[in-house]
C-alpha cells in the first residue's frame, strides 16, 4: 500500500511537473544565468564518486568474500553495487521508451528546449533520452542501500541525493520531472532488491561458505 502510494505521489508530481513547472524552472535558470556557478557542475557529479568505490569494490570483492561476507558495511556495498546496476538497466530502458528531449543541448547536438525549442515525448528515440535523469537514479539507488543499512546516519546519505537534484536541475542536463522519476526509480529499485538480498542470497551465501 505505501509503495502504491509512493508511486501515485510520484506519478502526479511528474504530470505537475511536466505542465506547469518544467519549462518555467529552465528559463527561470537560463534568464538568471544560475547555470553558471560552478558548485552546481560539482553537485551534478555525485554519482562520479559513488561509482568508483563501487568499481573498487567489484575489484575487491572476490577477495573479500569469504572473510567479509558476514559484515554489515560488506553486504551493504554487495547491495549497492546490484542495486546500482539494475536500476542503471532499467533507466536506460525507460530512456528509450519515453525518448523525451532534454532541456539543453549537450550530445550530438541532441534537441533540446534552450536550443531548439521542442519539448515532449518522442517515444522509442534513442537520441532523445532525458527521462528519467540517469545520475538522480544512480545516487538514489545507492544512498538509498546506504539509509537501509545504516539508518541513524541517514541525513549523511540524504546530502548527496539532494545534491544531485540540485545539481542536475541547476546545470539545465535535466528537467525537474525527470530527477523525480529517477529519484523514485532508484529509492524503489534498491529497497526491493536490498529487501532480497538480505532475506534470501545472504543466507544462501553464508551456506555455502560454510560448506
Known amino acids: 500500500m505505501r509503495l502504491l502510494i509512493l508511486f ?3 506519478l502526479a508530481s511528474i504530470v505537475i511537473s511536466y505542465y506547469y513547472i518544467d519549462v518555467n524552472v ?14 552546481l557542475k560539482k553537485l551534478s557529479e555525485t554519482p562520479n564518486l559513488i561509482i568508483p568505490i ?13 572473510k567479509y561476507m558476514n559484515h554489515k ?3 551493504m556495498f554487495f547491495s549497492a553495487t546490484f542495486s546500482v546496476l539494475m536500476a542503471a538497466q532499467i533507466k536506460d530502458f525507460l530512456k528509450y521508451i519515453f525518448g523525451r528531449y532534454w532541456a539543453d543541448t549537450w550530445i550530438n547536438n541532441n534537441p ?12 522509442f528515440q534513442k537520441a532523445s533520452s532525458s527521462f528519467p535523469s540517469g545520475h538522480t537514479t544512480v545516487t538514489f539507488a545507492f544512498c538509498t542501500v546506504c ?13 548527496p541525493m539532494l545534491a544531485v537534484c540540485i545539481g542536475q536541475i541547476g546545470m539545465h542536463y535535466h528537467f525537474v520531472s525527470d530527477v ?17 538480498l538480505t532475506s534470501m542470497q545472504f543466507k544462501k551465501l553464508l551456506a555455502l561458505k560454510y560448506k
Open 147 to 159: 539509509i537501509l543499512y545504516y539508518p541513524k546516519l541517514k541525513y549523511l546519505f540524504i546530502l
Open 26 to 39: 529552465v528559463f527561470y535558470i537560463e534568464s538568471h544565468q544560475i547555470n553558471k556557478y560552478y558548485i
Open 54 to 66: 563501487l568499481v573498487f569494490f567489484v575489484i575487491l570483492s572476490p577477495f573479500l568474500f569469504k
Open 180 to 196: 523525480i522519476a529517477g529519484a523514485f526509480l532508484g529509492y524503489v529499485v534498491s529497497k526491493f532488491l536490498t529487501y532480497y
Open 112 to 123: 533540446s528546449l534552450i536550443v531548439n525549442n521542442v519539448y515532449g515525448f518522442q517515444f
Open 73 to 75: 558495511i560488506f553486504q
Open 8 to 10: 501515485l505521489v510520484t
